[in-house]
C-alpha cells in the first residue's frame, strides 16, 4: 500500500538556524513527491515537488527538498529559519499512476522561535 | 488568477441539519478533489472527479455524504443529515491535465462545526 511518514509531529528550530522537516514514503513505482504548507486557518500551499531530474528541488520562500530514492526520503530543509516559517507542513505522494490523488503524510507542526 | 474558491468560510449549524459546501475550481482545471481535515485523521480524500465525472468516492464517510459537480465550475458537498462528528475543515483542490505529477492547488477551506 501507498504510504508517507512524517516521523515528528514537532519541530522546534531556532530563528536563523537550519531546519529539516523528515518525510519517507513507501510506494510501488516511481513517485512523485509533493510539500504544502498550511498556515493558521489558511487551505494548503503548495511549496515544491519532485518529479524526475535533480534530486535537489528548490521551492518557495527558500525551501528545498533532496530525493533520496534508495532511503525512500524527501526531507524539507532551509538554510536558515524565519519566525514566519511556523506553520504546518504535509509531505505528500503521487505514485504516478492515473487516478492522479495526493497520499498526504499527518504533518509537522513547525516552530521557529526568535 | 483567481484560485480555488470555496464558501462558506465558516459554518455552524444544528445537528440533523442540511449542510451544502461549495466549490469553483480554478478555470480550466479537469480534477477536482474533496478533502477533510481533522485533528483526529488528518488529511482525507473524501471523493474525487475527473471531466465533472466522480472517479473514486470510496473516501466518502456514509450515505450522509453526497457530491455533486454539474459543470466544469461547480461542485457541491453536501451532508444531510448533519452530525457532531461531522465537525472539520472541508477543502476543495484542482489540478489540471492526465500528468499525475502535475499541483493540485486547494481553497481555503470552509470550516464546518456542527453543534
Known amino acids: 500500500a501507498q504510504s508517507v511518514a512524517q516521523p515528528e509531529d514537532q519541530v522546534n528550530v531556532a530563528e536563523g538556524n537550519p531546519l529539516t522537516v523528515k518525510c519517507t514514503y513507501s510506494?510501488?513505482?516511481?513517485?512523485?513527491l509533493f510539500w504544502y504548507v498550511q498556515y493558521p486557518n489558511r487551505g494548503l500551499q503548495f511549496l515544491l515537488k519532485y518529479i524526475t531530474g535533480d534530486n535537489l528541488v528548490k521551492g518557495s520562500y527558500g525551501f528545498e527538498a533532496e530525493f533520496n530514492k534508495s532511503q525512500t526520503s524527501f526531507h524539507l530543509k532551509k538554510p536558515s529559519a524565519l519566525v514566519s516559517d511556523s506553520a504546518l507542513y504535509f509531505c505528500a505522494v503521487n505514485y504516478g499512476g492515473s487516478q492522479g490523488n495526493l497520499i498526504f503524510g499527518k504533518g509537522t507542526k513547525l516552530s521557529v522561535k526568535p | 488568477d483567481a484560485g480555488v474558491i470555496q464558501s462558506p468560510r465558516h459554518e455552524v449549524t444544528e445537528m440533523g441539519q442540511e449542510v451544502t459546501l461549495r466549490c469553483k475550481p480554478i478555470s480550466g482545471h479537469d480534477y477536482l478533489f474533496w478533502y477533510r481535515q481533522t485533528m483526529m485523521r488528518g488529511l482525507e480524500l473524501l471523493i474525487y472527479f475527473n471531466n465533472n465525472v466522480p472517479i473514486d468516492d470510496s473516501g466518502m464517510p456514509e450515505d450522509r455524504f453526497s457530491a455533486k459537480m454539474p459543470n466544469a465550475s461547480f461542485s457541491t458537498l453536501k451532508i444531510q443529515p448533519s452530525e457532531p462528528r461531522d465537525s472539520a475543515v472541508y477543502f476543495c483542490a484542482s489540478r489540471t491535465g492526465r500528468l499525475s505529477g502535475n499541483t493540485i492547488y486547494f481553497g481555503e477551506g470552509s470550516w464546518l462545526t456542527v453543534v
Open positions: 510506494v510501488s513505482g516511481n513517485p512523485y
